[in-house]
């Protein structure tokens, strides 16, 4: 494969052209941001580990009729991914309240959701993410209708999955973000990644403490401490799932 320069650098990822105008490469990076960007630093092996625990869930959502981006893995940080373009919008699927719906709502952090909750927050740097209604979303042509039903409907699917999976590596499954992108035929899929960086993941075995079961990158937001360990307790257990 000849070498090309990179198409785009975010946060936590590199995206290469490749000879074939319908693939790219992402190459995952140790880098790690919150807040905006306005915290950063690095979390070690990360790249290795987001890539390899989003690379497993990725095929295992596919083998479940989920159709992603993802293609294989031509190295331990690297995924050959689906061209697509992605719709400006990060996907929220909340089972327990944490985070941003706490400090907006005043739900006590760990309160359980009797359904779950799936949000749309406008990706938008400049703007900080504002979290978005579906009016506002139509109304800026950020997706169609059809688009926002079926994103709504695969975010569900995708979350009965994903937490039935952590369930099994003894894990709790809090909330995640996700982004999907369209294919040159028009076609939705999951992109992005699946990974500590973009889950709040909550170890089982640890009980209620609300520091010691943190097994996401709350540990970096948070400076709890410990943050490479947790990524690779999750690898861990991702890849010994029974
Ligand atoms: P929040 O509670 O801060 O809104 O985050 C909800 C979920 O989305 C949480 O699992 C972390 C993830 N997330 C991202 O992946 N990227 C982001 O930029 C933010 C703010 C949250
Ligand atoms: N996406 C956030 C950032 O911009 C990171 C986060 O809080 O997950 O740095």
């Known amino acids: 494969m000849s070498v090309h320069t990179k198409l785009y650098e975010g946060k936590a990822k590199i995206i290469y052209p490749t000879d074939d105008p319908e693939i790219l490469l992402a190459v995952f990076k140790d880098d790690a941001t919150a807040f905006n960007a306005q915290k950063r630093g690095s979390i070690q092996e990360k790249g290795r580990i987001n890539n390899s625990i989003s690379s497993k869930l990725f095929q295992e959502l596919e083998a479940r009729g989920i159709k992603t981006h993802f293609i294989d893995n031509p190295a331990a940080n690297q995924m050959r991914i689906r061209a697509v373009k992605i ?15 706490c400090q907006q709502t005043g739900l006590p952090l760990g309160t359980v959701l009797k359904m779950p909750l799936v949000e749309f927050y406008y990706k938008n740097d ?8 579906r009016d506002r979303l139509l109304l800026m042509e950020l997706a169609t209708p059809e688009q926002v039903d079926s994103i709504t409907h695969l975010a569900l699917k995708i979350n009965d999955f994903l937490k039935e999976f952590f369930q099994r590596c003894n894990i709790t499954l809090v909330d995640f973000k996700l982004e999907f992108g369209l294919d040159s035929q028009q076609q939705l899929l999951l992109a992005d990644e699946i990974s500590p960086d973009t889950c709040r993941l909550w170890d089982i075995s ?11 990158k709350d540990r970096f937001r948070r400076d709890l401490g410990n943050v490479e360990d947790a990524y690779q307790e999750v690898l861990k257990r991702v890849l010994n799932e029974l």
Not at 88 to 94: D, H, I, T
Not at 126 to 133: A, C, E, I, S, Y
Not at 206 to 216: E, I, K, S, T
């Open 87 to 101: 719709l400006p919008l990060e996907v929220v699927v909340r089972n327990i309240a944490a985070g941003s719906l």
């Open 126 to 133: 400049q703007l900080g993410d504002p979290l978005l209604t």
């Open 206 to 216: 640890a009980g209620d403490d609300p520091n010691l079961r943190v097994l996401d």
